[in-house]
């Protein structure tokens, strides 16, 4: 019995969102690699974010899980009407690491950017992709004044497979993000077997 | 004789949310919400009215959290509790899985920017 008023309220559109997540070591460049893409500025939320439960005795009242909050950023790219592009930053801080894996759900690609003056730091972000199965590029961010190696030579101290793009990265620069961007998608498309037109 | 009083201006999270703090685990950072095309008017606290007007276009947990500059943990009850009262909707379609459609669509819209 379908009385409608006057004006049937219509149904609202059915919007998707997907997620990238952007890791990295503390102060790679992730919030400016966001911005430098992000419609609006990099925003800054507070999240608890599932810590360790490893030795806690599981009860039927409690939960095994303990959260801590943690500030992450992330911004927004409307693709079109009907699909958002959400960027978010894994916590800078190494100590919170271990808390990304509430980020990983629902993220269809990664991109870890990577310091060549830090190379180690870049390890924790790379293996935590590799680990959870998010397919991922790497960007090398080209800081003033850090030597400028060569992405083979980047690739090889990094050890990742030879199918994951590596390429150049100055977060400051809009152009390249979006090198990155396509870069992850053209990765995924291969990652699924999907060619793409253009 | 208390020490503090109501002039510091801060509202303790749990005053927002009823003390409560269980949510729906459904809901991620990045899980989209509109208003419910039709709603009924109801009572509702400022907060609920806030993601309320938010969600006139469909916008994140992480956003209504950074809009309203409160905790996740405080939006997930408030939404929670507007889901209960049909007053928003979640979108469901979450692409978590990747279709060659939205591939060429991000491709596309990044390549536009």
Request: aromatic residues 6%; negative net charge; glycine residues 8%.
């Amino acid at each position: 019995m379908a009385s409608a008023p006057s004006e049937a309220p219509p149904a609202p559109i059915e919007v998707s969102a997907v997620k990238f997540v952007v890791a990295g070591g503390f102060g790679v460049g992730k919030t400016t690699f966001i911005g430098a893409v992000s419609e609006v500025r990099p925003l800054t939320t507070e999240a608890a974010m599932t810590a360790v439960s490893d030795g806690v005795d599981d009860t039927t009242h409690v939960s095994a899980k303990t959260t801590t909050t943690v500030a992450l950023d992330f911004g927004r790219i409307s693709i079109d009407p009907t699909l958002i592009l959400y960027l978010f930053g894994t916590p800078g801080q190494e100590r919170f690491g271990f808390m990304w894996d509430d980020l990983a759900v629902g993220a269809i690609g990664g991109i870890a950017l990577v310091d060549t003056r830090r190379i180690d730091d870049s390890f924790v972000a790379i293996d935590w992709f590799e680990a959870r199965k998010v397919p991922f590029v790497v960007g090398v961010n080209t800081f003033d004044g850090a030597e400028r190696f060569a992405i083979e030579e980047i690739r090889e101290a990094l050890g990742v497979a030879p199918e994951i793009p590596v390429l150049p990265c100055d977060a400051r620069s809009k152009a390249e993000v979006k090198d990155v961007l396509v870069a992850l998608v053209g990765h995924l498309a291969a990652g699924s077997g999907v060619t793409l037109d253009a | 004789m208390s020490t503090t009083g109501p002039e510091d201006g801060f509202i303790r999270p749990f005053v927002i949310t009823g003390g409560r703090t269980a949510h729906r685990t459904d809901l991620q950072l990045d899980t989209l919400l509109s208003a419910a095309p039709a709603r009924r008017p109801r009572q509702l606290g400022f907060e609920h009215r806030a993601v309320i007007a938010l969600c006139e276009h469909p916008i994140s947990i992480a956003e209504l959290a950074t809009s309203l500059d409160l905790p996740v943990g405080v939006i997930t009850v408030v939404v929670d509790d507007l889901l209960e009262a049909e007053q928003v909707v979640v979108h469901r379609n979450r692409s978590a899985t990747v279709s060659a459609d939205v591939l060429e669509r991000i491709l596309n819209g990044v390549r536009a920017l």
